[in-house]
């Protein structure tokens, strides 16, 4: 009879457990996506990402474009320290190359830090580059500052197990995109895929997870182009990126 009633527990709790799980799963992501700036058509890739990211997942979106279209902004959405409370992630795509006060920076990477998760998105990798501090290429998980010519660039995994990657073909060819040149790859990003330089022959991240002190970090340095939005690969790959983040898949 003991035995019974501890199964019947077990049973119970375990479906009580898996209830909350599924539950929490089925909840809507609650993502903040920051952009603006510098040459790219953001109204377009804002509402291609949108609709690329639900076809993988529940999202409730807030969009933030601000700063114009210049290179150098410091936006309002920052001055509250609290700037990204009820979000569950916040998804970078703005290209601010020339600012460079550090105190602002600090605003956003402490944020981060202190956990809320990120998908950060082509030009995201340039903003900041003007900065003599590191801490928004720490939070990136690289060091970039300049691109190759923009073309059709096949993408080799070298993490072709990781859940991000999950249905992407493995001869995926971008649309007409940048290859950004990465300098450096931080000791807390791990690569999952490259691209080859048509100008020297070097392999460079273009996508990756990073861990920034208590917050992953997914980002990739294609996102140039309306058609690389469009592209369906490009589209699941964020996606996941957005889910793996946020602890809805597993490593």
């Not at 040459?39 to 949108?50: E, M």
């Not at 902004?73 to 290209?95: F, S, T």
């Not at 991000?164 to 807390?188: A, F, H, Q, R, S």
């Amino acid at each position: 009879m003991r035995n019974s009633l501890r199964f019947l527990f077990v049973a119970a709790l375990g479906f009580f457990v898996s209830s909350a799980q599924a539950e929490e799963k089925s909840k809507s992501i609650r993502a903040l996506l920051v952009t603006g700036g510098c040459c790219h058509n953001y109204k377009y890739q804002s509402k291609a990402l949108i609709a690329g990211v639900a076809k993988e997942a529940k999202v409730d979106w807030k969009v933030v474009n601000e700063g114009g279209s210049g290179t150098r902004a410091q936006i309002a959405l920052y001055d509250n320290p609290r700037w990204a409370k009820g979000y569950d992630v916040v998804v970078h795509n703005e290209c601010f190359a020339n600012t460079a006060d550090e105190a602002y920076i600090r605003k956003i990477t402490k944020v981060h830090k202190a956990g809320v998760p990120a998908v950060v998105i082509h030009c995201a990798m340039h903003t900041y580059r003007a900065a003599k501090i590191d801490e928004w290429r720490k939070f990136l998980g690289v060091t970039s500052r300049r691109h190759d010519h923009q073309s059709r660039y096949p993408v080799k995994k070298v993490a072709p197990k990781h859940p991000i990657l999950k249905g992407m073909p493995d001869n995926w060819v971008t649309p007409k995109d940048e290859l950004y040149i990465v300098d450096k790859v931080w000791p807390t990003a791990k690569p999952l895929a490259t691209s080859k330089s048509e100008r020297d022959g070097k392999d460079h991240a273009v996508a990756w997870t990073n861990q920034y002190g208590k917050a992953k970090v997914f980002g990739t340095t294609y996102g140039h182009s309306d058609a690389t939005f469009d592209d369906p690969v490009f589209q699941k790959m964020i996606a996941r990126g957005l889910l793996w983040v946020t602890g809805r898949l597993k490593d």
